[in-house]
């Protein structure tokens, strides 16, 4: 496929007009049906998921001849609307892209050199046994860290580590929602929180970008909601596309508490929450209220640089909008050391609204365990099946991050997350104990963690680094053994949950045969990889088709029957909020505490932090010459994951580092110009966007770019690499800390 025709489906719909592509966030409807050759063609249509980026969406591949030649959303899935992202419809250019991974590799000159020997999949797994083998024999299973993107993959890529003894299990979360997640299990007592966006009167966003970090069904319910009538209120530094739907406020770098207690001050000074709600359901209001007493308006705007009517104004707008009304709590959400606090502040002003399990408000995941809880809910939908596996070896010591240690605040840190930083500092370090080989899935850490020249040199320290990916990656080109994984559109996997108001399933299945025969799915890399390991008793299926109908046999499905939507949702059964009808429903079956209440003050973030309720922190604000140095995502790309897919890399093939006029004015730049943006510690070539759309103090550049790897031909060399520059600090709960960096910007 090429540009012309990706740019004909991406960004018109079924009438032939083009969608609002502001900032490339759009969606996209089915193409005409025109736009398919059908003369002597065989045309079907096959039901899966997506994997451009982390959310999977449910698709319908149009297959003709047997090659893919369009991608669809799937119109079974009403959440998602038979529409896809730009992202999404360009899956045939990756899966037909020459530049893939196509064969297995060793080393075998210098790490980061790119010199390497193709082998037969047997000569790669025995090259990692045996390595792996000695390093346990003399370092301890503890020595081998595994991290990978989180999805489907996950059940295979870690078994490998649980088999080893290994309690150094890590995903990508702590760079992206991992703190969101500490602030809905410290208060709920789960992280299946979502919100019902779609319903809401009034949005208030920290920093969210729906219109480009794009979820289908949520920005599909964003603009809903917003073509209702309902009032968008973006605190952001940068003019970002969202921003531009509603109203913006730019707020001070890293102040978002400030605004959210002054919130929480106003209201219950000016008594507008739910006392109702508050007294039935939640615990921990007096020490809230103790918090917020001198959160003053006055106090905010010297903090946030937001005018204090401004404050009052929108709390009072926003206050009168409940239980309709949204903080919403995020989604990359690493910015600062205590960012988890904000997430916890979000949500606490949300339930003084009384806005959990009613429409337009928050709300437990309804997955079929979360239903069969409740008489009228249950025979609607049974929850997938486990594969039972033997015990695996007990880990003989503590993860490097602390995890699970009581009194510091690494207990709160997701044990299936870890903080993902701490692999880098205890490679370099030895702290707590050395990491000697580091196991990659579908994960870029020299792109994904921040302060890069510290990921590479750690990487040039290990006795084993193994990638499996698509593309040789920057981080692979650094790897002793790369593992080509096949493209989503080639390969089955795990049915995965992917429930909201009602219990979901979604198959990903194959659409096409192998474009690149020597490439393998996850699930039987990891298979064939455990049994040359002498770890065969933990994978006990005999293929994939086996592992999915062991799946789905208890919820009452079968894989045939999957086949034919790709998405199954409960026959008749209605979406449903727990308080809909009766404002003083019970709640002990969605909340899954203790105390049975949403706890503002925690004992468990208390004794691991010292503040049981959130608690202001004043951070650094830039000097003079200097700027606060933020990023975010873009609508055509993902994170680490797209930027060398060949139409979206034409769509935008490298980024550039916002800043405002005044200050390009003051430093003699103009927009497009070459400049040097430091830290103090590293630079970074780019090119200047000069915009009325961003702070003065602020500068500002899109992620995912400045690629090192010269297999990477289309990207190599092109953008900024954000995290080059931003120092490896791990915060409280093991998130990155995204915008504590502060830059200065000059004419090259």
Known sequence: MNRRQFLKYALYGAGGTAIGVSGLGA???VAPKSAIATTNTEETTVFSACEMCRNQCPIAVKVVNG?????EGNPNDSGFGGVICARGNSGPSLLYDPQRLKKPMIRTGERGTGKYKEVSWDEAYTYIADKLKVIQQDFGGESVAFASRKGPHDWFFRTIGKGIGSPNIFSHEATCPMTRSVALDSM???EAIAADYANAKYIVSFGRNWLEGIHIAQTRAIMKAI???????????RLSVTASKGEWIPIKGTTDLAFVMAMANIIITEERYDKDFVERYTSGFDQWKEAVKDKTPEWAENETGIPKETIIRITREFAEARPQAILDFGWRTG??????????AIMIVNMMMGNFEVPGGYYRIKNASVTNRFPEMTGYAKALGAINQPAFPKPVTSRIDGTGIKGIPGQLIPEGDGAVGQIVESILTGQPYQIKAWMVHRFNPVISITESDRVIEALKKLDLLVVCDVYMTDTAMFADVILPECSYLERHEPVYDMSGLTPKYVLRQPAVELVYPDTKPSWQIYKELGEKMDLGKYFPFQNIENYISRQLTPAGLSLSQLKQKGVWTPEGMKPFYLRANDSQASLGNVISKVSQKIEFYSEEVQHATKQGVPQYKRHPQPEEGKFRFVQGKVAVHTNAGTVNVPVLNELMPENSLWINKASADNLGILDGDDIIISSGIYEHKGKAKVTEGIRPDTVFCYHGF???SPELKRAFGKG??????????IGEVGNVCTSMTMVTVKKA
């Open 27 to 29: 969606l996209t409807k």
């Open 67 to 71: 090659k893919v030649t369009k991608i």
């Open 188 to 190: 709920f007592g789960v």
């Open 706 to 708: 400045g690629r090192i």
């Open 720 to 729: 900024i690499n954000d995290n080059k520059l931003i120092l490896n600090q």
């Open 227 to 237: 073509d209702n009538g309902a009032k968008l209120v973006v605190l952001d530094p």
């Open 335 to 344: 910015l600062t050391p205590n960012d988890f606090q904000l997430r916890r």
